[in-house]
């Protein structure tokens, strides 16, 4: 039996979703709509996939065995068509570089220049990522690289090149206790609370947040936010601090938050983040130009 992919992959987003009606508006369908597409996968297979009496919905006994295979399938199919967009970009000199807000800057500009000195007719196209997604949209394929920070959950297949670091900086409100000084340390930010993301890797919230501290004393998380302009504003309004990168100082203003020098945080390196495999001439001159600005730097 051929096996539809376009109605597994509305199997496993209402899986995922644990509910009929959210799947659907991810999926842009009608709810009854979407229902008679997972029936009729059903009808197809000879089993029912997904139990519907389960609150949220979970996968029949058959769905949790179909479902490991069919998110593999799903995937799969996506690295080809991936694969045939990135050959077609780079058949037409264009590069899709991703990048998370306030990752580009002077710096970056110097390694664009250098590669479209070397290849003069690309075109490159910046696209701006969520913090989840700035290497899962290089192996997906979306871009062709993009400027990561870490950490990088998996990376599995990926070639990482380290553009430049960053020192880091924590984000306080105006009124803050802290917001006069020249610079702060960790331990002088033990009693705050720290912005997260529900969204993203747990990783990546602790490394942000420099959890675990020195001293030893657990941090303690507030608001959660999801973008930079979410954070600005739960800083602001005092209820929780951010350290993030020097770069979003440079980038973003609030006149309510002051960015301070954090003394003892590791500084954060961005890095040109690409697939180990991809034979694209455009993204090899980009290496090249990334390579070429750091020895310009020392």
């Not at 009929?20 to 991810?26: E, K």
């Not at 842009?28 to 519907?52: F, H, I, M, N």
């Not at 991703?98 to 290849?119: D, I, K, N, S, Y």
């Amino acid at each position: 039996m051929d096996l539809n992919l376009h109605l597994v992959r509305y199997l496993v987003t209402v899986l995922d979703e644990g509910h009929f009606g959210r799947a659907a508006a991810r999926l842009y369908v009608s709810g009854p709509a979407l229902s008679k597409q997972v029936r009729t996968l059903e009808r197809k297979l000879g089993v029912d996939l997904v139990d519907r009496s389960a609150h949220p919905l979970a996968p029949t006994e058959a769905g949790r065995r179909f479902l490991p295979e069919a998110r593999a399938a799903l995937a799969a199919a996506d690295r080809a068509v991936a694969e045939i967009e990135t050959h077609r970009r780079a058949l037409a000199g264009v590069l899709r570089l991703g990048f998370m807000t306030a990752a580009t800057g002077t710096h970056t500009r110097r390694v664009l220049e250098a590669m479209q000195r070397e290849v003069p007719d690309a075109s490159v196209q910046l696209v701006q990522l969520p913090w989840p997604k700035q290497a899962e949209a290089v192996r997906a394929g979306t871009v062709d690289a993009s400027l990561v920070r870490p950490p990088v959950a998996d990376a599995e297949g990926l070639r990482l090149e380290l553009v430049r670091h960053e020192p880091r900086v924590v984000a306080l409100s105006a009124g803050h206790r802290l917001a006069a000084h020249a610079a702060v340390t960790l331990a002088d930010l033990d009693d705050d609370a720290h912005v997260t993301d529900d969204e993203t890797d747990e990783q990546w919230v602790r490394w942000w947040a420099c959890d675990p501290r020195p001293s030893g004393r657990p941090v303690r998380y507030g608001p959660t936010v999801h973008t930079l302009d979410e954070l600005l504003e739960v800083v602001a309004s005092g209820e929780a601090i951010a350290i993030t990168g020097g770069s979003v100082a440079d980038s973003h203003r609030h006149p309510e938050v002051v960015f301070v020098p954090v003394s003892d945080a590791d500084p954060c390196p961005i890095s040109l983040c690409s697939r180990s495999d991809d034979p694209s001439p455009l993204v090899a001159a980009l290496r090249r130009a990334v390579r070429e600005a750091r020895l310009s730097l020392g």
